[in-house]
């Protein structure tokens, strides 16, 4: 049953990270491209909020690599004493996984208290293109909560790993 519910979890989070990661990747992509051909092919045409959108979508893609960071184990972490020190491989790993969880966490906490801070500022818009900061604030509290959910996940893999292997 656990096993199930992790694989459906994994199947929705994978699918969210991958779309909403290309679909982020192409956006900067085309509008950058298309404002470095507007610029070098015409004199007075410039797409004036082209780096606004490549900036925001560098900062959503950021949050939500994170998470699948978590999912390919591909976090920064101290590797060198458990191939010194092998019986500490566990123990570092759980470590590591609960620094995640705090951090989890305090995205979600502080996140949510950013997002709403945003929210309640009418003012709060982006500089070119007038898009309610609250939107991308927003990232925070999901990419935490994700990336706890991911974290337990992975952890109770590795346990399942470190106690039959």
């Given at each position: 049953?656990?096993?199930?519910?992790?694989?459906?979890?994994?199947?929705?989070?994978?699918?969210?990270?991958?779309?909403?990661?290309?679909?982020?990747?192409?956006?900067?992509?085309?509008?950058?491209?298309?404002?470095?051909?507007l610029?070098?092919?015409?004199?007075?045409?410039?797409?004036?909020?082209?780096?606004?959108?490549?900036?925001?979508?560098?900062?959503?893609?950021?949050?939500i690599?994170?998470?699948?960071?978590?999912?390919?184990?591909?976090?920064?972490?101290?590797?060198?004493?458990?191939?010194?020190?092998?019986?500490?491989?566990?123990?570092?790993?759980?470590?590591?996984?609960?620094?995640v969880?705090?951090?989890?966490v305090?995205?979600v906490?502080l996140?949510?208290?950013?997002?709403?801070?945003?929210?309640?500022?009418?003012?709060?818009?982006?500089?070119?293109?007038?898009?309610?900061?609250?939107?991308?604030?927003?990232?925070?509290?999901?990419?935490?909560?994700?990336?706890?959910?991911?974290?337990?996940?992975?952890?109770?893999?590795?346990?399942?790993?470190?106690?039959?292997?």
């Amino acid at each position: 049953m656990l096993k199930k519910t992790f694989q459906v979890v994994d199947r929705v989070f994978r699918w969210f990270e991958e779309w909403s990661l290309f679909i982020a990747v192409m956006v900067a992509l085309c509008v950058a491209l298309a404002n470095v051909i507007l610029r070098k092919a015409t004199a007075d045409v410039n797409l004036y909020w082209s780096d606004e959108v490549v900036r925001k979508t560098i900062y959503f893609s950021t949050y939500i690599g994170c998470i699948a960071a978590v999912r390919g184990r591909s976090l920064i972490r101290i590797d060198a004493l458990p191939q010194i020190f092998p019986k500490l491989k566990m123990s570092l790993t759980m470590i590591a996984n609960l620094a995640v969880l705090v951090f989890s966490v305090l995205m979600v906490w502080l996140g949510w208290q950013m997002t709403v801070l945003m929210y309640e500022d009418e003012f709060a818009k982006t500089a070119s293109l007038q898009i309610p900061e609250w939107i991308f604030y927003a990232v925070l509290p999901l990419m935490g909560a994700m990336m706890f959910i991911r974290t337990l996940i992975v952890m109770v893999e590795d346990w399942k790993e470190f106690t039959t292997g």
